[in-house]
């Protein structure tokens, strides 16, 4: 697809900006995709579909007024017609607008290409291999593979362009009583020894939930947490809970941590890593963000995600987060603690696989409440026991990151963003797991 390619991105944008006019500028945020979508059940393809896709939002301003808009994109000369098209109506709009006091201008952030295109094998092939992997067991998911484009260029002369190409295979497991296993299997390197460790740990799973499942009191039991739930409470983290805008709103969840009242385990380190090559550093604005960006090291708080808007807003220094002020590579780090030794370290309590339905019960003392789901179980002297029935839990980051922190496993699982709303999205994380001395369960 030509359109995925930078060069013509960039001759567009050129015949864009020749248009404009001495108080005006502009901003295009590019964004396009060649993804083969698969659907499965019962272990066979069910759907293939191949998207091509490519849009444009347009960020024009004017003196202090902004205006955007957006257009798909093709690669052809109709793109340039609609274009200037869209461009002399937003002269006539942006003048009803009011001035933007915190507006941030195009600016030259320079200019960075990185494309990550390893070699993966053929769709047909990938498909194989898990077919024959899981051609014993009710498998319904997804699987989906290609290349991701996210791009900015401005007409004071930045450009910015990042390519990846992935893949990721989401999906459950059924048994008889349709219970279900859940995992993903996600990267950009193909690895079909990974594959089938992956899939047969999710049978193992699945062979262990066809026992009868153990109503379990509420109360406060010990609780492993695989990385799958760790990486949910992190999206959960996200929601304001790193962004400095939303502290000075008086909305943020970690005040305590911020203002030194309260600290995370020493063990506990989150920072945002774009090495893990799963989004650009840049963010639409152009504005290229650390490789590197510690948030909490060692339970102590060290940044907070800060926007140029919001540094505008509050005379503050950016650290060129996107608007959202959301994480878009976290990474906590490992531990000691190896896969071999979980349920023994564990000893009687709950193996968590995955939560959901996560949302804040009391954003000031950051705590959040969710629900089991799939593979969870009641562990007793070290060995599974049973599946559980759904709970709810309430506990606070300070106690699941802090106070209630035993060990960190010693490795750690990468969760890309699975999205495809509208388009697939960039971005992931990579988390380990978390073993704790107590979790509160309400229901």
């Known amino acids: 697809m030509k359109a995925l390619e930078s060069s013509y991105l960039e001759i567009f944008a050129k015949q864009i900006f020749n248009d404009l006019k001495s108080d005006e500028a502009l901003t295009l945020n590019f964004t396009g995709e060649e993804t083969l979508f698969s659907r499965l059940s019962k272990a066979k393809v069910r759907q293939v579909t191949n998207l091509q896709q490519a849009f444009i939002d347009f960020v024009f301003v004017k003196g202090n007024k902004v205006l ?5 994109f093709r690669a052809n000369e109709s793109d340039v017609t609609l274009a200037i098209k869209k461009l002399n109506q ?3 709009w942006i003048a009803a607008l009011p001035e933007d006091p915190y507006l941030v201008r195009p600016k030259f952030y320079g200019v960075t290409k990185e494309e990550n295109l390893n070699q993966l094998p053929k769709n047909e092939e990938m498909m194989g291999q898990v077919l024959d992997i899981a051609g014993n067991v009710d498998l319904a998911g997804v699987f989906s593979s290609g290349d991701v484009v996210r791009a900015t260029i401005n007409s004071e002369g930045q450009f910015h362009w990042f390519k990846t190409r992935n893949f990721y295979l989401d999906y459950s497991l059924y048994n008889d009583k349709q219970k279900a296993v859940k995992s993903l299997y996600a990267g950009s390197d193909w690895d079909s020894t990974e594959l089938k460790r992956n899939i047969k740990d999710a049978e193992h799973k699945l062979s262990l939930m066809n026992r009868d499942s153990k109503k379990v009191a509420r109360g406060d039991y010990r609780v492993y947490l695989a990385p799958s739930a760790v990486n949910e409470l992190l999206g959960t983290l996200s929601w304001g809970g790193v962004s400095m805008s939303a502290h000075q709103q008086g909305n943020g969840s970690l005040k305590d941590l911020w203002q030194a009242k309260k600290k995370m385990s020493p063990k506990f380190t989150l920072k945002e890593d774009y090495s893990l090559g799963l989004a650009p550093r840049f963010n639409d604005a152009g504005e290229v963000s650390p490789a590197e960006l510690m948030l909490i090291e060692k339970g102590e708080f060290k940044n907070f995600l800060v926007s140029t808007r919001t ?6 220094e950016s650290n060129f987060a996107s608007d959202w002020e959301s994480m878009r590579s976290p990474v906590i780090s490992t531990g000691d603690l190896s896969r071999d030794d979980i349920y023994k370290e564990l000893g009687t ?4 696989s995955d939560l959901h339905y996560l949302n804040w019960s009391d954003r000031e ?5 969710g629900m ?4 969870c179980f009641w562990v007793e002297n070290g060995e599974i026991a049973s599946p559980i029935e759904d709970l709810r839990f309430d506990e606070s980051y300070y106690s699941m990151f802090g106070d209630a922190l035993e060990r960190i496993t010693n490795f750690s699982e990468i969760s890309p963003s699975t999205g495809s709303y509208f388009q697939r999205d960039v971005g992931g994380t990579r988390t380990p797991g978390l073993l704790l001395s107590n979790f509160k ?3």
Not at 68 to 72: E, G, L
Not at 311 to 316: G, S
Not at 349 to 352: F, K, R, S, V
Request: aromatic share 16%.
């Open 68 to 72: 955007t808009f957006n257009m798909p």
């Open 90 to 92: 937003s002269r006539e």
């Open 311 to 316: 540094a505008n807003e509050y005379k503050l």
């Open 349 to 352: 309590g709950l193996y968590l």
């Open 365 to 369: 003392t950051a705590r959040v409440t």
């Open 372 to 375: 089991t789901r799939y593979a």
């Open 441 to 443: 369960f309400t229901l």
